[in-house]
């Protein structure tokens, strides 16, 4: 099941992983030693954010490790610019009109 990466980062559990793991690769192990809950949720979210494909799996012997895929934060970021984008015209002409009602009031 392809899951929307747009709900898999709206939880703040799943930020905050990829978060860490933007510094470093990590075993969910180690993961969970920075979180209040168990191993187990952990994985249940490295789950969720590796079927969207914000972080990829890599085996070291026994260990598998997760890092962010950055060619899919890549794709979350041009979806971001183009929605900052429409912001910043809208933004735009609110400010014309401002200045526009500024320059007709007494």
Not at 17 to 42: D, G
Not at 45 to 63: F, I
Not at 80 to 92: C, I, W, Y
Request: a positive charge; charged letters at 25%; hydrophobic letters at 40%.
């Amino acid at each position: 099941m392809r899951r929307d990466v747009f709900q898999a980062i709206a939880d703040p559990t799943r930020r905050a992983i990829i978060m860490l793991l933007a510094v470093n690769a990590m075993t969910p192990n180690a993961l969970a030693e920075h979180f209040n809950s168990t191993r187990q949720t952990v994985s249940k979210h490295l789950q969720v954010l590796v079927e969207c494909e914000v972080l990829e799996q890599s085996k070291q012997g026994r260990e598998i490790y997760y890092h962010v895929n950055p060619d899919k934060m890549q794709d979350i970021e041009k979806w971001l610019e183009q929605f900052k984008a429409l912001l910043n015209k809208r933004f735009n002409q609110l400010d014309a009109v401002l200045n526009q009602l500024k320059k007709i009031k007494p």
